[in-house]
Structure formats: C-alpha cells, structure tokens
T-cell receptor
C-alpha cells in the first residue's frame, strides 16, 4: 500500500540553525501539507501546497518557514533559523483531491525536531 | 471559524467493554469529519470519515461513528475494546467546499485498555 515517507525520523539542531525536513508524498497525490505537534499538544496545521504554490497557511507559518517541491517526488519544509519553540513532531501529509471534496489526508510517520 | 472539542483527554476501559470517545464540532456549514488514531511513535492513521453519504460511518478495526447534526457531534464507538486499541485518538474537521484545505484537530483522547 502506498505511504507517505519522511526523513529524517529525528533531527537535533542548535538554535539559530537552518533545518530541512523531507517528505515523499504518495505518488498520484496532488495536495501536500505540513502539520506539527508540540509534545503533549494537539496537531496543528502549518501549510498546504498545490500546483507548486501555497494554498493556505496558518499564523504559525511565518517568514521563518518555507516549503518547496524541488522535484517530482520530494516535498520539503525549511525552517530558516530555528527557535527552541520549534521543537515538535512535524508531519507531512498528502491527498489525492481537494479537501473540499472530502478527500482524506494520508500522514507520514513524522520527523521529531529537537532544538537545543 | 471551525473548531473541534474532544471531551475527556483520557478514557480508560476494560478489555471487552464499550469504547466511547466524544467529539463535538463547530462549523457554519456541515463539515467533513474524520477520526485518526496515533499509536506510540507512529504517524496518524485514518480510522473513518464522514462526507455526508451516510450518518453512521464504519471504519477500520471495528470502530464506527455517527454524525448527529442536531447535536453537532461525531462520537467514536467500538462495541468491545481490545488491548491493541490503546492509542491516542484525534477528531478532525475540514471545510466543505473550496475555502479551506486544513484539517483542524481536536486535542486528542488517550485510550487505555486494561485486562
């Protein structure tokens, strides 16, 4: 069964450093997403991406964040200058159709980011 | 704005007992509703979804949920709990139509199952 994959599974970085989290969505999916889950808190939407541009972003997704689909398979989340409060589990997801059509989102296993 | 409230951050049941996890939503239009499960150190797995075809939705692993518009609820149930059901469960809502693409999650309910 096709699945969303994410690398690395765990990333440790120092405050102020740039990190890139990588995701490979399901191959025939057109919509891509990033969510994060701070330890003990709920899953929060960061950004959605379709047709090589951002469709929607939350207030969390400020200028320190960017997303890119550098090739036909990868989808990346970059944090330019990490802060302690960026420590969280980051989930990538993809869906075949628009969410407004009830298309479910398939989630990857997550990347745990620890900022020290 | 849409929101989801999950009543009870922690639910404990005995093996074989009924599982009931509560979810209430707030939305200006009937939304799409989802239940996801997260096992320890794993990602989110879709249990079931409501998209208006039927108010009683059956999902994987014996779970089902009923959409009740009058109560703005989408509670998750399973007649008989199994030890392997121990996990965190998230209710989520998304906007019907073109407007939104995000899933809005509740805070989650941790289900514990004792033998």
């Amino acid at each position: 069964e096709p699945e969303v994959t994410q690398t690395p599974s765990h990333q440790v970085t120092q405050m102020g450093q740039e990190v890139i989290l990588r995701c490979v969505p399901i191959s025939n999916h057109l919509y891509f997403y990033w969510y994060r889950q701070i330890l003990g808190q709920k899953v929060e939407f960061l950004v959605s991406f379709y047709n090589n541009e951002i469709s929607e972003k939350s207030e969390i997704f400020d200028d320190q964040f960017s997303v890119e689909r550098p090739d036909g398979s990868n989808f990346t989340l970059k944090i330019r200058s990490t802060k302690l409060e960026d420590s969280a589990m980051y989930f990538c997801a993809s869906s075949e159709r628009k969410p407004g059509q009830g298309s479910e989102q398939y989630f990857g296993p997550g990347t745990r980011l620890t900022v020290t | 704005a849409q929101s989801v409230t999950q009543l009870g951050s922690h639910v404990s049941v005995s093996e074989g007992a009924l599982v009931l996890l509560r979810c209430n939503y707030s939305s200006s239009v009937p939304p799409y509703l989802f239940w996801y499960v997260q096992y320890p150190n794993q990602g989110l797995q879709l249990l079931l979804k409501y998209t208006s075809a039927a108010t009683l939705v059956k999902g994987i692993n014996g779970f089902e949920a009923e959409f009740k518009k009058s109560e703005t609820s989408f509670h998750l149930t399973k007649p008989s709990a199994h030890m392997s059901d121990a996990a965190e469960y998230f209710c989520a809502v998304s906007d019907r139509g073109q407007a939104g693409t995000a899933l809005i999650f509740g805070k989650g309910t941790t289900l514990s199952v004792s033998s």
